[in-house]
């Protein structure tokens, strides 16, 4: 559709007085299909002209020559371009041929590197749900900057260092009387719910005892020095919670290229911090480092009073290294609005160093996962109050709430039609679906609104085979395999007529299928999965309004339907798997 876009720009642009790209940028999609493909406005010429919008369209249409398979049509004060009748579905299943050729559905950003910085929780605590929404936010845009024709390299910045440290070594060192070597001796015994109970109990009991607070930032300064019980403990601990977080990214279909925490900058710090020094933009203050970023920001804190390092510091040591090391055009670090102020402190320190990664440096943030409090009020979940649920515990939910509910539904179609050959699952295979179904829609319902807004979790909602929810979407692509088991042949596409394939509903289809790559790539530039999210479910209902119309399998059974079947369905499948879903073939 882009080409044809700027063809029909080519064809308006000597009739306007207007520059080509001024005439292409005013398109517009007219707001039902029937009125055409394209709109272009002509109200902005009438002052220049000096005549009435409406009159100008007529002028237009009447002396210029419209692409080939089109025409023309003056609508109010618009020039709208319409196709002829099978256009639209040929033009759908050439798009999706060509992609499908190259594995890109958009060569967009060929030849260009991205770094995403994805999901990224804190070691040595347990992934509560709304973590939840780095890890699919960025996962998304892995995939989507991947089909896009970028070389993708995805990191998990392990926040695996830092005072949070001293705070789990110093609640195992006092739950075994402060005697080392009887804590060393139990540390196998260490487990993800240990690690997580001393992480939430840390804040009352400092509560009770301020000097713990002191004692916590002295033990981390002491993993810092390399003392052998705080590296012992802290190496234990890493363990336990990568082996943790394996699963749960296994059963996202997360992954990652590099698996590189703060830790791995520990030995890059100080090159770092002189490397700001030879810039001229270190500073003393008060016992501690810090560099000035801007009258309207505070001083970016480098190095504490005790010597100890910051998030700051090892942020701008990663970036640093991994432009060097990646020659990354973008660096994407997906994580959530509340640290906003720290990249600008980070990327303003980088561009004051004349780091030539600055510029490619780009924080993508998003909204808080709220929870439904007793008082029925919403409100941000957090690991360290206690109040989130584990992340694993709602996917298990999720999962067998959707078994549950094709249960039930299984049984309510087989009363109904009685006669009718209905699907059956192995408990396996109906495990299996649980799960996908399941787990898809908890990632939708992070995905499918603008990452900055704040998203609720109702797990009634959420799961909801109605809405724009992920099993919607599901079930749209489950439809579509269904009529292909059952139905006819699938011409090629060389052999079709076209022009039987002009109904409404037909076109509709058609139309959303071949936006694809045009929303893939205004995706990508604003860093922004809800555009894949809103075209899957644009596709979905398209797909249930045509197959509501048509009697696909019966007296509108065609070559050419099953066709735009096969195209539609390969086109969902894409869109799904970008998102993070798994295309269910049976549901």
Same mark, same amino acid.
């Given at each position: 559709m882009t080409e044809l876009k700027t063809r029909f720009a080519q064809a308006l642009a000597t009739h306007t007085g207007l520059e080509l790209g001024a005439v292409e940028a005013a398109i517009a999609r007219p707001p039902d299909l029937a009125l055409g493909v394209f709109a272009f406005p002509c109200?902005? =010429?009438?002052?220049? =002209? /000096?005549?009435?919008?409406?009159?100008?369209?007529?002028?237009?249409v009447a002396s210029a020559q419209a692409p080939e398979g089109t025409e023309l049509v003056a609508a109010g004060g618009y020039v709208n371009l319409r196709l002829q009748p099978g256009i639209l579905a040929r033009q759908a299943v050439e798009s999706v041929q060509a992609w499908q050729t190259t594995s890109r559905v958009s060569g967009s950003g060929v030849g260009r590197t991205v770094l995403v910085d994805y999901s990224s929780p804190n070691a040595g605590k347990e992934l509560v749900y709304h973590h939840i929404r780095s890890t699919a936010i960025g996962a998304a845009l892995c995939r989507m900057y991947e089909a896009a024709g970028w070389k993708v390299e995805a990191v998990n910045h392990l926040g695996d260092w830092g005072t949070q440290f001293g705070k789990l070594i110093l609640m195992w060192l006092r739950e075994h009387g402060m005697d080392q070597e009887a804590a060393l001796a139990d540390l196998p015994s260490v487990t993800l719910s240990t690690l997580n109970r001393m992480y939430v109990g840390f804040k009352p009991a400092a509560a009770e005892d301020p000097a713990m607070e002191e004692e916590a930032r002295l033990w981390f300064a002491r993993l810092e020095a390399k003392e052998a019980f705080a590296r012992t403990c802290w190496e234990r601990f890493i363990e336990v919670s990568i082996a943790a977080l394996n699963e749960v990214y296994v059963r996202f279909g997360a992954k990652f290229d590099h698996f590189l925490g703060e830790s791995f900058y520990e030995d890059k710090l100080e090159a770092t911090i002189e490397r700001i020094r030879q810039a001229g933009i =270190? *500073? *003393?203050?008060?016992?501690?480092q810090v560099v000035r970023v801007g009258d309207d920001i505070p001083p970016c804190l480098i190095r504490k009073r005790d010597g100890a390092t910051l998030y700051a510091t090892r942020d701008l040591a990663a970036a640093i290294w991994r432009h060097e090391h990646f020659g990354c055009d973008r660096a994407l670090y997906v994580v959530d609005a509340g640290q906003s102020f720290h990249f600008r402190q980070v990327f303003e320190v980088l561009r004051r160093m004349g780091e030539p990664c600055a510029h490619g440096c780009i924080h993508v943030p998003f909204g808080l996962v709220l929870g439904k409090g007793e008082d029925g009020n919403w409100s941000k979940v957090s690991t360290r109050s206690g109040t989130g649920a584990p992340l694993p515990d709602v996917m298990? /939910?999720?999962?067998a709430r959707i078994r549950e509910t094709m249960v039930s539904l299984a049984e309510k179609r087989a009363l109904e039609n009685p006669s009718r050959e209905q699907d059956s699952f192995s408990d396996r295979e109906l495990d299996q679906v649980s799960e996908a179904i399941g787990v898809g829609a908890l990632v939708f319902n992070e995905l499918k609104s603008r990452r900055a807004a704040d998203t609720r979790f109702d797990l009634d909602s959420i799961l909801s085979f109605e809405g724009d929810t992920g099993p919607y979407i599901q079930y749209a692509y489950a439809r579509l395999s269904s009529i292909l088991r059952k139905g006819g042949e699938v011409i090629a596409p060389e052999a079709a007529r076209w022009s039987l394939l002009c109904e409404p509903e037909t076109e509709r289809v058609a139309s959303v299928v071949s936006q694809f790559p045009e929303r893939l790539d205004a995706a990508v530039e604003a860093n922004e999965p809800s555009v894949i999210a809103q075209f899957a479910l644009e596709l979905a209902e398209a797909v249930h309004s045509f197959t509501h119309h048509h009697r696909v399998l019966e007296v509108d059974a065609t070559p050419e339907r099953m066709l735009l079947v096969e195209t539609a369905r390969r086109t969902l499948a894409k869109a799904l798997t970008l998102l993070g879903l798994t295309p269910v073939e049976r549901m």
């Open positions: 109200f902005p =010429l009438a002052k220049t =002209l /000096r005549k009435a919008p409406p009159a100008i369209a007529a002028e237009i =270190l *500073e *003393e203050s008060e016992g501690a298990d /939910r999720a999962a």
